[in-house]
Nanobody, 125 residues
Framework: QVQLVESGGGSVQAGGSLRLSCAVS????????VGWFRQAPGKAREAVAG????????QYSDFAEGRFTISQDNAKNIVYLQMNNLNPEDTATYYC??????????????????WGQGTQVTVSS
């Protein structure tokens, strides 16, 4: 069974940066589709970024393009989300997700069958 554990969340001022980590166990990242999603209070969960763990193709939601970067360390089997130039609208619980079966949509929530517990990101103005 694939397990995902997020870390790296915290509080930061607007304009600051954070790097979230997702430790993957049970399967190598290079054989998974991996992604990051977020959910703010009172709002629906939305996609942030997705990555093909094998060939490295990535896709970003519009709000994340140019500010966020999804990457992976195959040796450590960790997926990262580097977030730069954060603003208060980025405040949310961020979730790591993975799929070993559905490789069709990197930003589709239904593509992912494994989910982490989430890590809180709070951006103050």
């Amino acid at each position: 069974q694939v397990q995902l554990v997020e870390s790296g969340g915290g509080s930061v001022q607007a304009g600051g940066s954070l790097r979230l980590s997702c430790a993957v166990s049970g399967r190598t990242v290079s054989t998974l589709l991996v992604g990051w999603f977020r959910q703010a209070p009172g709002k629906a969960r939305e996609a942030v970024a997705g990555r093909h763990g094998g060939h490295g193709r990535t896709q970003y939601s519009d709000f994340a393009e140019g500010r966020f970067t999804i990457s992976q360390d195959n040796a450590k089997n960790i997926v990262y989300l580097q977030m730069n130039n954060l603003n208060p609208e980025d405040t949310a619980t961020y979730y790591c997700a993975a799929s070993k079966t559905d490789w069709t949509n990197l930003l589709g929530q239904t593509s992912y069958e494994y989910w982490g517990q989430g890590t809180q990101v709070t951006v103050s103005s």
